[in-house]
């Protein structure tokens, strides 16, 4: 074990809160959905127990309609801002009223899969809960065909460029004054703007406003953008829940179908313009013209082409390490600024699980060894700037340790001996 694998464990534990892991302290001081989901996987490298403890933990706080929340507030702290008192779901444990990426199928499988023999009833428990899921996000959020986000921050890409046209159509001007806690923790530059946050609250008000009513968000909410990211994740994840369900000798064929409807809607979210999968706005059918990394996770679900490796090439050729979360060559591209420019180690990991099914195993080799330059250069930080390397964000990142203990430490050797992802 190197010495980067040591502080990669130590920070998995010093994040640990018993049963759920802090994406970092101080920053993000509670539970969130996705981030939990690869901090699992992080565990299971060390100790398979308490991954499944993490995914049951999560799952725990689903919602009665079958909605995974993006965060549980397990604990009171007031260094985050918005906090239940501003959601106000009425869930116990409080928590956020919007779902996020849904990849604990995809991480549990994984998992799964390091000893099934143990994971057997651990994977039973979970799995009613996991279909539960997925049944939520096809019939709540799929009415438009692929995936509809209601919230830039249930597509955990949040204030990346793919939903500025979505969020020009929101109102913030009339929310009251509040206190951000986030610039506390990490420089503006790196943030999004008050105008972001303006019309974030203003959408989470809504939610409150009709008691977080699904159908009524969908059908009045101030946004609402079909996402190609959450959308591949999905399908990806159907994918592995049908997996899942036939190792335990269920009937699998809900599942099945769920991913024959969302697949026969990727044509939806393919833009000619741009010659990639787009964003979308689903109150007015525009595309948001601008390449995203969440069109890359296209490969993830089996759906990459070579009009998207053409731009994902472009792309990635225009930086020096990493896939960039926005297109380096249009004059939005900011490198240090969260999701609209930046390089994301989990994007890179997801990408790169994708490209080698896809065959592409020189390109998902060239992500990783980038991924891991960073790492080995900075630490585990939450994000990193694609050209100069500037570590961003938070450090001692939940999610960076679990990615480096999974994916970015193999070399290539180690990976062939091993036939690993
Ligand atoms: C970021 O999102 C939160 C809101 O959910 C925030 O900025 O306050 C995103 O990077 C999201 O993808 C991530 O899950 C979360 C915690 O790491 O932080």
Request: net charge negative.
């Amino acid at each position: 074990m190197t010495h980067l694998d040591e502080q990669a464990r130590a920070i998995l534990r010093q994040n640990d809160k018993g049963g759920y892991t802090l994406p970092t302290h101080g920053l993000y001081p509670y539970q969130w959905n996705w981030d939990s989901a690869f901090a699992a996987w992080g565990f299971a490298t060390f100790d398979v127990a308490r991954a499944w403890d993490e995914l049951d933990t999560l799952m725990a706080s689903q919602w009665d309609n079958g909605m995974v929340p993006h965060i549980i507030f397990h604990q009171p702290d007031p260094g985050y801002f918005p906090g239940p008192d501003v959601w106000q779901t009425g869930q116990t444990p409080e928590t956020s009223g919007i779902s996020q990426p849904p990849i604990t199928a995809i991480m549990a499988r994984l998992i799964f899969e390091i000893d099934e023999r143990t994971g057997r009833a651990r994977l039973e428990a979970l799995y009613p809960k996991l279909v539960k899921w997925h049944r939520w996000w096809q019939e709540m959020r799929c009415t438009h065909g692929p995936v509809a986000i209601i919230h830039p921050w249930e597509s955990g890409r949040d204030n990346c460029p793919d939903w500025d046209i979505g969020m020009a159509g929101v109102d913030g001007s009339a929310v009251g004054p509040y206190e951000r806690r986030d610039l506390g923790h990490v420089h503006a530059d790196m943030r999004p703007t008050k105008e972001d946050y303006d019309r974030y609250i203003a959408i989470v008000e809504f939610g409150r406003s009709v008691g977080w009513d699904d159908t009524k968000i969908v059908q009045d909410g101030p946004f609402l953008m079909a996402d190609p990211g959450i959308t591949f994740m999905l399908l990806r994840a159907h994918d592995d829940l049908a997996v899942l369900g036939r190792a335990l000798g269920e009937d699998v064929s809900e599942i099945e179908s769920w991913a024959t409807t969302l697949r026969s809607a990727l044509p939806l979210i393919w833009n000619d313009a741009l010659n990639a999968f787009d964003a979308r706005n689903l109150r007015d059918g525009a595309f948001a013209n601008i390449l995203g990394s969440g069109a890359f996770l296209a490969y993830l679900a089996g759906a990459g082409n070579p009009q998207l490796e053409a731009q994902l090439l472009r792309a990635w050729n225009a930086v020096n390490y990493g896939v960039p979360s926005a297109d380096p060559e249009v004059d939005l591209f900011n490198p240090r600024k969260y999701w609209r420019g930046p390089t994301w180690p989990v994007v890179n990991a997801l990408i790169a699980i994708g490209l080698n099914a896809d065959g592409h195993i020189d390109l998902a080799e060239r992500l990783r060894s980038e991924t891991a330059a960073l790492i080995r250069k900075h630490g585990f930080y939450e994000y990193f700037d694609p050209v100069d390397t500037t570590p961003c964000g938070g450090k001692d990142f939940t999610w960076t340790a679990a990615i480096w203990l999974t994916w970015a430490r193999h070399e290539p050797q180690e990976n062939a001996a091993k036939g690993a992802a």
